[in-house]
């Protein structure tokens, strides 16, 4: 575990191989259960390129009335799926915070998609940390500081691979510069065919 930043904290390989394959199959019942949608940006309602889903009792969503957490899938009108037992567990020993997380960001990016520099301000609860799991194929992530115009730095995520971003980090910049192309995944999963990545994001609304 190495402390990136004030309050960022990288695990490489949190999740061993077998932990990435049963998670895999977990977050594929959940995309079945609760099917990738396209979020749009408020007010252009211009696409993202990434799609999403969510599990847990409250699920992010972005159309053109804004941003904010639901307690049901937007299409289908049906409560997120559960958050599976493992990534709770993966809160309790990555957060330090006393409260389980509420919500489960499900972020799939195809081998084109990006996210631009962001904050995660939308809960209510600034005091619990952010904790993102990455599958599949591997990203350039990009972290700045708490103002858009800080600097800012990039690495990789890997399948595996976890970060914190806790106090002083829990509003700094970041987003995903690019899906970096590979030909083999470990996981021999269909949901990852063609270079595909997905990152999990843990999170306490309210
Ligand atoms: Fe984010």
């Given at each position: 575990?190495?402390?990136?930043?004030?309050?960022?904290?990288?695990?490489?390989?949190?999740?061993?191989?077998?932990?990435?394959?049963?998670l895999?199959?977990?977050i594929?019942?959940?995309?079945?259960?609760?099917?990738?949608?396209?979020?749009?940006?408020?007010?252009?309602?211009?696409?993202?390129?990434?799609?999403?889903?969510?599990c847990?009792?409250?699920?992010?969503?972005?159309?053109?009335?804004?941003?904010?957490?639901?307690?049901?899938?937007?299409?289908?009108?049906?409560?997120?799926?559960?958050?599976p037992?493992?990534l709770?567990?993966a809160?309790?020993?990555?957060?330090?915070?006393?409260?389980?997380?509420?919500?489960c960001l499900v972020n799939?990016?195809?081998?084109?998609?990006?996210?631009?520099?962001?904050?995660?301000?939308?809960?209510?609860?600034?005091?619990?940390?952010?904790v993102s799991l990455s599958l599949?194929?591997?990203?350039?992530?990009?972290?700045?500081?708490?103002?858009?115009?800080?600097?800012?730095?990039?690495?990789?995520?890997?399948?595996?691979?976890?970060?914190?971003?806790?106090?002083?980090?829990?509003?700094?910049?970041?987003?995903?510069?690019?899906?970096?192309?590979?030909?083999?995944?470990?996981?021999?999963?269909?949901?990852?065919?063609?270079?595909?990545?997905i990152n999990l994001t843990l999170?306490?609304?309210?």
């Open positions: 575990m190495s402390e990136i930043a004030p309050g960022a904290f990288l695990h490489r390989g949190f999740l061993d191989e077998a932990a990435q394959e049963s895999t199959r977990e594929t019942d959940v995309i079945t259960r609760a099917p990738l949608f396209v979020p749009r940006m408020p007010r252009t309602g211009k696409p993202f390129s990434v799609r999403m889903t969510n847990g009792s409250l699920g992010w969503v972005s159309d053109a009335r804004g941003y904010r957490y639901e307690p049901r899938h937007p299409e289908t009108g049906e409560p997120w799926p559960a958050m037992r493992r709770l567990e809160w309790k020993q990555l957060a330090n915070y006393h409260s389980p997380p509420e919500a799939f990016y195809g081998p084109k998609a990006r996210m631009g520099l962001h904050q995660d301000r939308d809960e209510q609860d600034l005091e619990a940390p952010l599949g194929a591997s990203c350039r992530f990009r972290l700045g500081g708490a103002r858009r115009a800080d600097p800012t730095r990039s690495f990789v995520l890997a399948s595996g691979d976890a970060l914190v971003l806790s106090g002083p980090a829990r509003l700094c910049f970041h987003g995903v510069d690019r899906i970096l192309p590979s030909l083999t995944t470990a996981l021999a999963s269909p949901v990852f065919e063609g270079g595909a990545r999170r306490r609304v309210t």
